[in-house]
């Protein structure tokens, strides 16, 4: 059973931190089981509605700031005191600086130090395949709620309403620009044709978050996509709510839609986003998603090539169950192709990253000073975080990440992670025997052994390639 522990906690999890394995060797599957419920995040630092108001403030302070340093200007002129100085107003553009990076600080450290890894790893992959990069001053707060708000809650539901949660939040509407789009026939429309109907989030729910490039859908498919969820918005500043997600009737173009096939009849008024969402349910049923999305899961977890029986598999259970996430999980674990001893997927940096500050069980007093490092390194080796910069998230592939320069980079972290953390009282083969078992080769071990360091030891285990790979 040590075996299929050091499977469960590397493969499917965040990697082992000390002392871990015992208790999963009892029964691998079962730790897993165990895990598989939703996250939760501390609200507290940010929601969509305190975004979006602190959105509308600094829309408001920018204005009156710029009427108050004119102000200023006329009043030195006529050798007056100004009423009210804009160094005296809040500065909100700092404050959404600082709430991005308490999200960040925050999602990373809950990966480091979860007890829930593989939840942890499935969340990575869905916010992943629905990639947010944060191009926008919103976005940057934007970006990791989408993550806490959207997919987190979801996880282990059905696809369908992670689908719909994600779509609607205002994220990944901004981020490919469905608030700008307006349907040629609907009210708003009719006023004013300089802005007319947008298909990126049309195209993208199609290609990359439901039925894949090969999924059989048509340019006709994509436009009758965007027409239904046109008027699927964000709050403005002006409106009396900040609420994030908006239905605007009068972007919405009318009429009956025809997707795959299928007819979805006009729907009026305020519950005309139900035309979209029915769109939506149905994609996320769909057997070619149900295929796409599977795959991508057992490539995610397993193999660069997963086995076609195992992703056969998940992909019946996604159909017979209409896309629940639990089962679809379950029929993974329970395959015994994902159990093979190879390791075949080599590490993500986000990966490589969480899973040395697991095994040596960080803890820094400072953890938004050490994070500084930490969103170095990462972005040093080509992951940072909401920075994949396409809607098709980063490679999920191994020879996206290896590479001479890519290894220089890994041992420059581990290089300076020895460098800041504390000496550890832990021999550096004890460790090894406390993540590993007796699965190190012998190699491996033997290398460990001639180090010149602990440091230096410790360095060739995290570079060793047990450690790389999962």
């Known amino acids: 059973m040590i075996q299929a522990a050091v499977i469960a906690v590397n493969r499917f999890g965040l990697g082992a931190r000390p002392n871990e394995l015992a208790?999963?060797?009892?029964?691998?599957?079962?730790?897993?089981?165990?895990?598989?419920?939703?996250?939760?995040f501390d609200n507290q630092i940010a929601n969509t509605t305190s975004a979006f108001e602190m959105f509308s403030a600094h829309r408001k302070t920018r204005t009156q700031r710029r009427k108050s340093q004119a102000a200023a200007s006329d009043?030195?002129?006529?050798?007056?005191?100004?009423?009210?100085?804009?160094?005296?107003?809040?500065?909100?553009?700092?404050?959404?600086?600082?709430?991005?990076?308490?999200?960040?600080?925050?999602?990373?450290?809950?990966?480091?130090?979860?007890?829930?890894?593989?939840?942890?790893?499935?969340?990575?992959?869905f916010s992943n395949h629905f990639s947010v990069s944060t191009s926008t001053v919103q976005l940057n707060v934007l970006g990791p709620l989408l993550e806490r708000e959207a997919i987190a809650p979801n996880l282990f539901g059905q696809f369908e309403d992670l689908l719909i949660a994600v779509i609607k939040h205002p994220a990944m509407l901004l981020y490919l620009d469905n608030p700008y789009s307006i349907g040629p026939r609907s009210k708003a429309g009719k006023k004013n044709n300089k802005r007319g109907l947008n298909e990126n989030l049309a195209r993208e729910i199609l290609e990359l978050h439901t039925l894949g490039v090969d999924g059989g859908y048509s340019i006709d498919d994509i436009q009758s996509l965007a027409k239904a969820i046109s008027g699927w918005s964000v709050?403005?500043?002006?409106?009396?709510?900040?609420?994030?997600?908006?239905?605007?009737?009068?972007?919405?173009?009318?009429g009956k839609r025809f997707v795959l096939g299928k007819s979805y009849r006009n729907i009026y008024g305020e519950k005309g986003v139900r035309q979209g969402e029915f769109i939506l349910k149905d994609l996320a049923r769909h057997p070619a998603t149900a295929r796409f999305v599977s795959h991508k899961l057992a490539q995610y977890f397993i193999s660069d090539n997963p086995d076609t029986a195992l992703v056969n598999a998940m992909a019946n259970t996604w159909q017979k169950t209409n896309g629940n996430l639990h089962a679809v999980m379950t029929t993974l674990i329970e395959h015994d192709s994902s159990w093979q001893p190879e390791r075949q997927k080599f590490k993500t940096p986000r990966e490589f990253v969480v899973s040395t500050l697991r095994a040596i069980e960080a803890k820094p007093d400072k953890p938004r000073y050490f994070f500084k490092g930490i969103i170095y390194h990462l972005t040093e080796m080509g992951q940072q975080p909401f920075e994949a910069g396409s809607p098709a998230g980063y490679s999920n592939h191994s020879d996206a990440w290896t590479g001479s320069d890519a290894l220089m980079k890994r041992i420059d972290w581990v290089n300076k992670l020895n460098a800041v953390t504390p000496k550890s009282s832990t021999n550096v083969l004890t460790l090894a025997e406390q993540l590993f078992a007796d699965t190190l080769s012998e190699q491996t071990v033997l290398t460990i052994k001639r180090a010149e360091s602990a440091k230096q030891a410790r360095t060739l285990l995290f570079m060793s390639p047990e450690f790389q790979r999962r």
């Open 75 to 125: 009043a030195m002129m006529e050798n007056k005191k100004p009423s009210m100085a804009a160094a005296e107003m809040t500065n909100y553009g700092k404050l959404m600086r600082q709430t991005q990076k308490a999200l960040l600080v925050d999602g990373f450290w809950q990966s480091v130090q979860t007890s829930q890894p593989f939840s942890m790893r499935l969340l990575d992959f």
């Open 235 to 254: 709050s403005h500043p002006r409106d009396a709510k900040q609420q994030g997600f908006v239905y605007r009737e009068n972007f919405h173009e009318p």
């Open 23 to 40: 208790q999963v060797a009892l029964d691998p599957k079962a730790w897993l089981f165990k895990q598989m419920t939703s996250l939760q």
